[in-house]
């Protein structure tokens, strides 16, 4: 579920499924600006769900264990998807 810069996402703790909110944040660097997923507020989740759940959606998770990226992404790559326009349909009549 997606809503005015939150994601809900479902987490797995201490063999519980647990759901729990997600706020976009900008993260301003010297090469762009792009956005992650703030869950500091959410301690008590394991460092390895936040590796599923940036591999699962794509994005950069702001943890309380740091920054964690997609596998093999870093902020450039961050920012290239980001900045990347969107393609154009054509209209057909």
């Given amino acids: 579920m997606v809503s005015k810069g939150k994601k809900t996402v479902i987490v797995e703790v201490a063999g519980i499924r647990k ?44 943890s309380p264990y740091g920054k964690i990226f997609p596998t093999g992404k870093t902020a450039r790559d961050m920012i290239a998807l980001e900045s990347k326009p969107k393609k154009k349909t054509k209209k057909t009549r």
């Fill in 19 to 62: 759901k729990i909110t997600l706020n976009s944040v900008k993260e301003k660097t010297p090469f762009g600006e792009f956005t992650l997923l703030d869950s500091r507020e959410h301690g008590e989740v394991p460092k390895v769900e936040f590796l599923r759940l940036a591999d699962e959606l794509n994005k950069a998770i702001l």
